[in-house]
């Protein structure tokens, strides 16, 4: 096996026994960013000497008999969480230059328990996008195909660990953009309830709907990263006060006595017949383990969903943006007055999509229209959540597609934004519910991968990581490596 097909559990019991030295493992992806990251494309910022210089310390740490499961261990952060002394740009022209003088709280942990940082991820601009076309620098290529797009918004992350570019990643997600990425590169993506995962230092977009979580090729490595990364922060005044568990502990056994349903409005019109098939034949697999499932479960308002997403969403991502005036850092474009400065930074500053957003945003706060739209969406939002609450006092966890499709061509729907919106259809409800929710690769359609979603109570993440833990036990899709032919 190449040390770049290692999971986090595989590379730290090897770390640990000195089989291998931290230096060579982050060595080996240096090497596999070198060879493959021309035509995949994941990477904003490679950090060599960052890398090189943290496994040597890494090193020094378990020679003196020091054990973690991360410690050693190559991994990438979407270029959308704050890194001090290396740049984070948010794939924007508006931050291309701009450098942190702060790490994010999951980075300050991450390094306290070792890791190793290879560099940072591409992803649709500000997180606006789900596709990896939307960065201001280059787009993304799935490494299963690289005509096609990995998923967004952070593409970039998933595809990383699914060329075997690093061991694991960090992505966020605000509708699904570490979900369906997950989803069409063949990897696991975990999004945790709302409040599980410091937000200190994750550049906003939507604040009521982001969050940290990461990318990995098995459930048992998402959940060491997401115990490392977990927990309340006073950083973050929405980050919850609840005990963190052993994740870890939780996997493992059937999955007897647990009760799953099936919602029959994600099963969506324009579903692929592939993606249909391989969804059915994963959920059969959870009840052969020993799970009660109901196929016939109804989420009556997921319908609006969609609609109160691109309303709620925008409406945020219109006050967060708001600081990015060319006054106080980022791109600023020069202009006769202030007021014509602050026009042409913010025109040629952001791309077309996060200038769509913003303008559904404000116009959905502006006066005379926030009643019939922000505050109805808000209202609707409250009925969405509470059929998560009436379906979870019935059932431990729920199953449903993560994408309705397989990756589609780059370029295919990037005139179309309607169609790149219905992308995200299956995920976006679990953010606006807050609730957690894990994508597992669960068959191929056409020789692309697809992701089974399993959707779980707030702050449960233990039972949704047991059922994807229980089932890449019994299935193999998991371990499926793209042929990267072209590399």
């Given at each position: 096996m190449d040390l770049y097909d290692l999971t986090i559990a595989e590379a730290s019991a090897r770390l640990a026994r000195r089989e291998l030295s931290a230096v060579e493992l982050t060595q080996a992806h240096l090497d596999r960013i070198a060879t493959v990251d021309g035509h995949v494309r994941a990477f904003v910022t490679v950090?060599?000497?960052?890398?090189?210089?943290?496994a040597a310390a890494a090193d020094r740490r378990l020679a003196v008999g020091e054990r973690g499961p991360l410690l050693g261990v190559p991994m990438a952060l979407k270029d959308v969480i704050s890194t001090r002394g290396i740049r984070t740009t948010c794939s924007s022209k508006m931050l291309e230059h701009f450098i942190p003088i702060y790490d994010a709280t999951v980075v300050t942990k991450l390094y306290a328990a070792g890791a190793v940082l290879l560099g940072k991820t591409n992803m649709d601009e500000f997180a606006m996008g789900s596709s990896c076309e939307n960065s201001a620098f280059f787009p993304t290529h799935n490494p299963w195909d690289l005509d096609r797009v990995p998923g967004g918004s952070s593409g970039g992350s998933a595809a990383a660990v699914a060329a075997g570019e690093a061991i694991y990643t960090l992505g966020s997600d605000t509708g699904g953009s570490i979900r369906q990425p997950a989803s069409l590169c063949g990897v696991v993506?975990?999004?945790?309830?709302?409040?599980?995962?410091?937000?200190?230092?994750?550049v906003a977009f939507a604040s009521s709907l982001d969050q940290i979580g990461p990318f990995t090729r098995t459930v048992e490595d998402a959940a060491i990263v997401l115990e490392a990364i977990a927990g309340r922060d006073p950083n973050d005044s929405t980050s919850a006060d609840v005990p963190v568990p052993n994740f870890r502990a939780a996997l493992g056994g059937d999955l007897r006595g647990l009760r799953l349903g099936v919602p029959k409005e994600y099963f969506v019109r324009g579903m692929q017949p592939g993606v249909d098939a391989a969804l059915r034949a994963a959920i059969r697999e959870l009840e052969a383990l020993g799970a009660t499932v109901d196929w016939d479960v109804s989420l009556p308002h997921t319908e609006y969903a969609l609609a109160v997403y691109y309303l709620v969403a925008p409406s945020e991502a219109s006050a967060n943006l708001a600081r990015y005036d060319g006054v106080k850092y980022g791109f600023s474009a020069e202009a006769p007055t202030m007021w014509e400065e602050m026009e042409r930074t913010r025109g040629l500053g952001f791309g077309p999509e996060v200038k769509r957003?913003?303008?559904l945003g404000t116009y959905a706060l502006s006066a005379g229209y926030y009643d019939a739209y922000y505050l109805k969406a808000q209202k609707v939002r409250t009925l969405i959540k509470r059929d998560f609450d009436e379906a979870f006092a019935r059932y431990d966890a729920l199953v449903a597609p993560t994408s309705p499709t397989v990756a589609f061509r780059l370029g295919e729907k990037l005139d179309d934004p309607l169609q790149m919106y219905l992308s995200d259809v299956c995920t976006l409800p679990i953010n606006i519910a807050g609730v957690c929710g894990l994508s597992v690769p669960a068959g191929l359609s056409d020789g692309l991968p697809v992701g089974l979603q399993i959707i779980g109570k707030?702050?449960?993440?233990?039972?949704?990581?047991?059922?994807?833990?229980?089932?890449?036990?019994?299935?193999?899709?998991?371990?499926?490596?793209?042929?990267?032919a072209r590399a």
């Open positions: 950090t060599p000497e960052v890398a090189l210089e943290a993506g975990l999004k945790p309830t709302y409040g599980r995962v410091s937000r200190f230092g994750l957003r913003i303008m707030p702050f449960d993440e233990a039972t949704i990581l047991r059922i994807g833990h229980a089932y890449q036990q019994a299935t193999h899709w998991h371990t499926l490596r793209p042929a990267l």
